[in-house]
């Protein structure tokens, strides 16, 4: 599902992307990262938090706040993620992103994973 989704994606935009652990959000960042090409290996900078991977035509900022709790809107400042968002040589893909939810830009693709079971996976992305 994400190497189909990076299809649709032209530099610019923000995926905020939420689920409970284990849903499959790590998996739909490496098939991000696999539609714009981008070569080795995609792991969730769960303990650095972002991530950046270069692109052909754009720059790659993979971002995890699941071990964050206080002060996510400073963190947001201190880590320049909102200096990243909103460009169009950036796409921007942050997990957990609910907890963040007031700091994000106004234009965000939602994109919302349910643990259906085994190998099962519900996923609703709106905004694209």
Not at 27 to 38: D, H, R
Request: negative net charge; hydrophobic residues 40%; aromatic residues 10%.
């Amino acid at each position: 599902m994400g190497k189909k989704t990076a299809v649709n994606l032209k530099g610019g935009e923000t995926l905020a992307l939420t689920g409970e652990l284990g849903s499959g959000k790590t998996t739909f960042i490496q098939g991000l990262a696999e539609g714009f090409g981008i070569k080795g290996r995609i792991i969730s900078p769960t303990f650095i938090l972002m991530r950046k991977y270069v692109a052909s035509k754009f720059d790659f900022y993979h971002i995890d706040f699941y071990r964050l709790e206080d002060g996510l809107e400073n963190e947001v400042k201190n880590l320049g993620v909102d200096d990243t968002w909103g460009k169009n040589d950036n796409v921007v893909a942050i997990e957990w992103a609910e907890k963040i939810e007031n700091a994000l830009p106004q234009e965000v693709i939602w994109i919302r994973f349910e643990n259906l079971g085994e190998d099962k996976r519900k996923i609703l992305i709106e905004g694209i």
